[in-house]
Antibody
Framework: QVQVVESGGGVVQPGRSLRLSCATS????????MHWVRQAPGKGLEWVSL????????YYADSVKGRFTISRDNSNNVVYLQMNSLRDEDTAIYYC????????????WGQGTLVTVSS | QTVVTQEPSFSVSPGGTVTLTCGLS?????????PSWYQHTPGQTPRTLIY???TRSSGVPDRFSGSILGSKAALTITGAQADDESTYYC??????????FGGGTKLTVL
């Protein structure tokens, strides 16, 4: 059974950094790209970032480009999101999901981890 | 910047049929955008319903169907049930490694 579990959220001051983790099991992690998606309070879902199965390519939404870095550890089946220079508008629940690249969609979502950026 | 448009809200009676749509601020949605649909209830994990325009994800009942209607992608729910009350998001793949969510449609079943 596929499991996707995010962690690392918390309260952080504006301008500071935080690293989220997404631990997975139950599937061939090294064969799949992984996405991060977020939902700010009272807002809709927003795509954040994708990393290819081998970490060879990475993509970012304009809203986080230059501040967030996605990475992965295929030995431990984990994907990370390093968030720097955090802003109030980065406050959100961050979800991890598996990328099914053949049809460009998200599957096997985690339960999310809450990041609150506040002074 | 491309905006993916959805109805902010919709209402359907129990047992009824509703069609939610997903458009573009400029241009038409086609299968080349690989439209997908997700159900998200606050406090719960998002659920994948439809991918590649009209393919149901595993375990999704056939009450949910996807299509292209005119210039938009569409999600049709037939025989609406109380637990279908949720927010539904479409996502379009814009190519070059960019995915864009619509603003979501909050569906009320009453």
């Amino acid at each position: 059974q596929v499991q996707v579990v995010e962690s690392g959220g918390g309260v952080v001051q504006p301008g500071r950094s935080l690293r989220l983790s997404c631990a997975t099991s139950g599937f061939a992690f090294g064969n799949y790209g992984m996405h991060w998606v977020r939902q700010a309070p009272g807002k809709g879902l927003e795509w954040v970032s994708l990393v290819w199965h081998d970490g060879g390519k990475k993509y970012y939404a304009d809203s986080v480009k230059g501040r967030f870095t996605i990475s992965r550890d295929n030995s431990n089946n984990v994907v990370y999101l390093q968030m720097n220079s955090l802003r109030d508008e980065d406050t959100a629940i961050y979800y991890c999901a598996v990328w099914f690249g053949q049809y460009e969609y998200f599957e096997h979502w985690g339960q999310g981890t809450l990041v609150t950026v506040s002074s | 910047q491309t905006v993916v448009t959805q109805e902010p809200s919709f209402s359907v009676s129990p047992g009824g049929t509703v069609t939610l749509t997903c458009g573009l601020s400029s241009g038409s949605v086609s299968t080349s955008y690989y439209p997908s649909w997700y159900q998200h209830t606050p406090g719960q994990t998002p659920r994948t319903l439809i991918y590649n325009t009209n393919t149901r994800s595993s375990g999704v009942p056939d009450r949910f169907s996807g299509s292209i209607l005119g210039s938009k992608a569409a999600l049709t729910i037939t025989g609406a049930q109380a637990d279908d009350e949720s927010t539904y998001y479409c996502v379009l793949y814009m190519s070059s490694g960019i995915w864009v969510f619509g603003g979501g449609t909050k569906l009320t079943v009453l």
